[in-house]
């Protein structure tokens, strides 16, 4: 039997065991490097996740990736390895300065020409892309949690039929379940996971693990 308690980095032990089976991937451990030498917060998305990523781009022919809150470039490499060939991603993030060490570290694993890196509120940004009647087949939603409902109808408005949708943190370290937290991020979080799971546009599914990731196709 296993104990279901956290370790000391917050994962079960099932995470533990089966992200040791993994080889190091030494492209990404140098970005969490980079974003640890410039005392940028250490959230890129969970290993397991990432890899999660390039499978369902790679599985789906994703052509035209949308990231929204690109950080150092982590979860764009997961994205851009899995892209088709001539595929690129749109990588969209509020600070310049996380945007040019994304961009820097993208153009390191090879992605230099596969990556458009937008600079700004993603909102505003989202709002120029539809009105470039930009269409995208893959989104990976992962930026400020009180806007997530808002990101999925962007994504909806964006997508390609077929499109897929994963989006990060849907526990929020567990306060999603918390009826005592109430605040903005919580309660977008608990709408968004609800549309995620009863949105008829959508076939949607939660994944437990780490910290919560939502997954959807659009019909
Ligand atoms: C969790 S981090 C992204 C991690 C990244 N996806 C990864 O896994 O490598 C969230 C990012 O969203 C950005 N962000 C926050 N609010 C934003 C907004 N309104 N528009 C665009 N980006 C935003 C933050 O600056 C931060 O870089």
């Not at 310049?96 to 600079?119: C, S």
Request: proline content about 5%; hydrophobic content about 45%; some cysteine.
């Amino acid at each position: 039997m296993f104990r279901r308690g956290k370790d000391e980095d917050g994962m079960t032990e099932p995470e533990v065991y089966f992200e040791s089976l993994f080889p190091e991937d030494r492209e990404l451990a140098r970005i969490e490097e980079s974003i640890r030498e410039r005392g940028m917060p250490e959230i890129s998305v969970e290993p397991a996740y990432g890899r999660l990523l390039t499978l369902l781009a790679a599985a789906t022919g994703a052509k035209a990736a949308l990231e929204i809150g690109a950080l150092g470039g982590y979860s764009g490499v997961c994205l851009a390895r899995g892209l088709r060939a001539g595929g690129t991603l749109t990588s969209l993030e509020l600070k310049p300065e996380y945007a040019e060490l994304a961009r820097a570290n993208l153009a390191a694993a090879g992605f230099a020409d596969k990556v458009e890196m937008i600079v700004g509120n993603a909102a505003d940004s989202l709002e120029k892309l539809e009105a470039d009647g930009r269409k995208f087949d893959f989104f990976f939603i992962d930026a400020d949690k009180e806007n997530y409902p808002a990101y999925l109808e962007w994504a909806i408005r964006l997508a390609e039929p077929g499109a897929v949708i994963a989006a990060d943190n849907t526990l929020l370290r567990g306060r999603t379940l918390n009826p005592d937290k109430q605040g903005p991020a919580v309660r977008a979080m608990r709408e968004f996971n609800r549309r995620i799971a009863q949105d008829e546009r959508l076939i949607g599914a939660h994944l437990p693990a780490f910290d919560g990731l939502a997954l959807a196709m659009v019909k």
